[in-house]
RNA sequence: GCCCGGGUGGCGGAACAGGCAGACGCGUCGGUCUCAAAAACCGAUGAUGGAAACAUCGUGCGGGUUCGAUUCCCGCCCCGGGCACCA
């Protein structure tokens, strides 16, 4: 094209241009932000990486993603933050240290200056005077801050009970690292289960605000809340004691509380169960006939490992244990037992049986040859005729095949009797009320979330700050004598860990002054990763957490991008801390990140990219091959953010060419005469039309994420404007529209390819300052508009014909063109119109019978 | 079992809010340029039939609503994810 052109255009040469301008935007300091009240703030945040090494297609989607929102933000005016820092604790950093036979601290940081290099050679925006890493005294001082100040709210609690062990990480996890069916998180073992003594944060005391509040959570996706909810897990039901009779049946002074979704049924209880971990169990039978059956059933459950427990065709064991409880509704002696089935970690670990209510119930009742005696009964049962109007047990079996647990109404519950029930039946209201009068129990809400234990017998962590005191007990390292400095001496590639250094655990009691021990577990790094959105806010602040007004300023999170794998880990955690922070004091609000993004994962021939499937991508090899640009644009153009995408190699060639095509358009308009007619054609106007209609489109796909589209749009405009390049004479070329188009590509390509836009902006098409300071491209609608449209015309559902009509043509003459046209006609023929419909600029519906 | 997603050409994907299914890109095929190739550019590309005009079919399956359904409703199938012996 162009040919006979004399000057030579630059080819696009990323490699020229990339660092060129990343060293010019730090040199001008383009991304580093305050606080300014006359802007409107957005505060753009991806989930800070772990520093694992090289960075992967993973890394590149999420922080493009991020990217794009922060630079599309600026451009529309707004005062962005957007940080970027290090989750640098945690065990890979060990287990690379013992196999390189060096210092965690050593690889850990070797690896974040490797990522920070990554991350600009990609062109990132971030505002590196923020930066932090999590390991890094200034940070972690206070995170133990955060623990001493939870601990003096009552929400630290040491206690001993069974928890998840991973044998290979060699340390204990909390209940949401443990992963499909039983194992780690992080490593994939299977864990076990052991009884010990660690440190927990009380987040069940904030069970009901953390469930409430997903519904103020609009800008989340549903998956995640529903996550979340099912995570919490809340029941509604009741409690009810019931009291411990001895071994001649006299009730004793001890009471045992159950909790029960379905009081309405306590009339077909028949037997009591026991989780085999109950601290009564023994006791109970301790030196009588049944300790021996009682204690078989214990070690077999013991022995099972969480996988086995969680199995669902199971047979479920259980040994009576020779004692009784009472039922408060009847006075009927119920016997006692321990049941593998039973869970000590969900409820109280004590459950009232009811075989004809509960299928678990009813399968054990049929094992051991309980009784089963009908309390609820459906309507159509013929149970329910005989059953009607019987207030006592007559029946205590049933022929059933299965436990009923729907609706139907209560019989043989004494005065209940006849009352309709169900989950959420009248039968649980009265019952709840009957057993509150008589004090036998109460209205309850249980839920399954369990208290975050936040231990870990790691090293490379942060230190626990509390002390062991012979004489005071345990007692919080005073917040002025913090930080609780890890060592670095300590050796991991012998297995060390704190508890083998008397260097640091030997201390003084900070209330008697006398000899005491540290504290030696380190915090879970999901503690770390719990408040470092806040911190960004103030990041260099030594004198506090932060300041109150800017945390107040920025946050909360106007757009977060992370992985699902974070549903309910950090995301969770993030939402508790930040509701003891506001009760604290330290913030306004309740809620962290108010718009959640969870990016799709990057995959290669269907699978996950991983090195030990060896089918990794590397992303600064595709950054050699074709730049950083094409690679961010092309990660973002593949799919929609959150959904999983298939990596293709041909596909980011594409995106290269697509470039080369811009840079080779901008350039070749920069050059052209700008004293070039202007052009009236309706080549031109089609051009300047779409010129607005792409603005529009890329605004409206980059606000709802669909930078996939965006970009498609901007190809469209590209396509438009060559085309028009090729038609038109070079005369009559309207070269000042042109300028306008390829200014309108360059700005509207800036957020996803940063360095060469810079480079059209400035050095091609002459500006002075950074096309990243530039606002975003205004377009009008009316002139995205065409005066002629093409209106489809169909015929009993087909399309038939097409007509060219003015934009504003009157509903009747399109309906009178459309019923001439000669394909109509044809298909019409011999046939009656019965029906007309219009849809404005659009089409033309002929009903013909 | 319960709760979320999802199923559209050879491939990735598009279709705002019931209105031309397949935008945009990849791949493939054909062409221009070239001694030749690469690059670049131009054109074709859902399936079937047809030389073509065109016709019929087509968004997981079966129904329904509607002038009109990828979109709404009912009933299924398949795939992915979460929870699950939770009382």
Request: glycine share 6%; hydrophobic share 40%; proline share 6%.
């Amino acid at each position: 094209m162009s040919a006979g052109r004399l000057s030579v255009i630059r080819q696009y040469e990323p490699h020229e241009i990339e660092e060129k301008w990343q060293a010019v935007w730090d040199a001008e300091g383009l991304y580093s932000v305050t606080e300014d009240s006359s802007r409107p703030k957005k505060y753009v945040l991806e989930m800070f990486p772990y520093p694992s090494g090289d960075i992967h297609m993973g890394h590149v989607r999420n922080y493009s993603i991020g990217d794009v929102i922060a630079r599309y933000f600026t451009m529309r005016g707004m005062n962005v933050l957007h940080p970027i820092g290090w989750d640098s604790f945690g065990l890979p950093a060990e287990n690379a240290a013992i196999k390189s036979d060096s210092h965690p601290a050593t690889w850990t940081y070797a690896n974040i200056e490797k990522q920070a290099a990554s991350f600009r050679r990609m062109g990132f925006s971030y505002d590196w005077d923020r930066r932090l890493a999590s390991s890094d005294e200034e940070y972690y001082r206070w995170g133990q801050w955060i623990f001493v100040k939870f601990w003096e709210r009552g929400l630290v609690e040491r206690k001993s009970s069974p928890v998840n062990w991973c044998p290979s990480c060699k340390t204990v996890l909390a209940n949401e690292q443990v992963i499909n069916d039983g194992v780690c998180w992080r490593c994939k073992s299977i864990v076990e289960k052991r009884e010990l003594e660690q440190w927990y944060f009380k987040i069940t005391e904030y069970a009901q605000e953390l469930l409430d509040d997903l519904d103020a959570l609009p800008g989340w996706p549903e998956r995640v809340k529903a996550m979340q909810a099912n995570w919490i897990g809340r029941s509604e039901g009741a409690e009810v004691e019931f009291t411990l009779c001895d071994e001649a049946g006299q009730p004793t002074a001890e009471k045992i509380t159950v909790f029960t979704t379905r009081p309405d049924t306590l009339f077909g209880c028949t037997f009591f169960l026991l989780a085999p971990e109950h601290p009564l169990v023994h006791e109970l039978v301790h030196d009588t006939v049944f300790a021996g059956p009682v204690s078989d059933v214990i070690d077999r459950a013991a022995k099972e490992t969480s996988i086995d427990r969680s199995s669902t065709e199971r047979d479920r064991n259980g040994a009576f244990t020779g004692r009784y409880v009472i039922n408060p509704v009847n006075g009927e002696k119920v016997p006692v037992w321990v049941a593998d089935y039973v869970l000590m970690e969900y409820g109280t670990g004590a459950v009232m049986a009811v075989p004809c209510g509960d299928q678990r119930d009813f399968e054990f009742a049929r094992k051991y040859g309980l009784p089963i005696p009908p309390v609820v009964v459906p309507k159509d049962d013929p149970l329910y005729e005989r059953l009607k109007d019987e207030t006592e047990r007559v029946v205590s079996d049933v022929d059933w095949e299965s436990a009923h647990a729907d609706e139907g109404i209560m019989v043989q519950s004494g005065s209940f009797t006849g009352t309709p029930t169900g989950k959420h039946g009248e039968g649980v209201t009265r019952v709840i009320a009957w057993l509150e009068e008589r004090g036998h129990g109460r209205a309850s809400i249980n839920f399954r979330l369990r208290d975050w234990l936040i231990s870990r017998q790691r090293y490379w962590g942060n230190p626990i700050p509390a002390i062991h005191c012979p004489v005071c007990g345990l007692v919080p390292v005073p917040v002025e004598q913090l930080p609780v400095v890890l060592p670095m001496d300590v050796d991991v590639t012998k297995g060390e860990t704190l508890a083998d250094h008397p260097e640091f655990y030997t201390t003084t009691c900070p209330e008697c002054g006398g000899a005491a021990r540290r504290e030696t577990d380190t915090m879970d790094t999901f503690t770390c990763s719990s408040w470092y959105y806040l911190r960004y806010c103030d990041a260099r602040n030594d004198d506090a957490i932060w300041e109150k007004d800017k945390a107040d300023y920025w946050m909360p999170v106007d757009q977060y991008i992370g992985g699902i794998e974070h549903a309910i880990l950090h995301l969770l955690y993030s939402r508790f801390f930040t509701k003891v922070f506001r009760d604290m004091g330290l913030v306004e609000f309740a809620e962290p990140f108010t718009n959640l993004l969870t990016q799709g994962m990057v995959k290669l021939d269907g699978h996950t990219m991983s090195k030990s499937r060896g089918n990794v991508v590397a992303p600064e090899l595709m950054i050699e091959r074709y730049g950083a640009d094409a690679l961010r644009a092309y990660i973002l153009f593949m799919a929609p953010p959150d959904k999983d995408l298939e990596w293709s190699q041909e596909g980011l060639e594409g995106m290269y060419r697509f470039l080369s095509r811009v840079w080779r358009y901008v350039a070749q308009t920069a050059e052209a005469s700008p004293l070039g007619e202007t052009d009236p054609g309706e080549g031109a106007q089609a051009l300047r039309r779409e010129r607005h209609r792409v603005v529009g489109k890329v605004e409206e796909d980059i606000e709802r994420f669909q930078f996939n589209t965006a970009l498609s749009a901007v190809m469209e405009l590209l396509n438009t404007a060559t085309d028009y390049r090729r038609a038109a004479s070079q005369e009559q070329r309207d070269v000042a529209l042109e300028r306008e188009v390829a200014e309108t590509l360059v700005l509207l390509l800036a957020p996803y390819v940063p360095h060469m836009a810079e480079e059209l902006w400035r050095e091609v098409l002459g500006h002075d300052g950074s096309v990243h300071r530039e606002s975003w491209p205004s377009w009008d609608a009316a002139a995205a508009a065409a005066e002629e449209i093409e209106v489809v015309v169909q015929v009993n559902g087909k399309v038939r014909a097409r007509l060219i009509v003015a934009a504003d043509a009157p509903e009747e003459s399109v309906r009178e063109a459309a019923l001439i046209s000669p394909k109509v006609i044809e298909h019409i023929a011999g046939k009656t119109v019965r029906k007309v419909v219009i849809v404005p600029g659009k089409l033309v519906s002929i009903v013909a019978t």
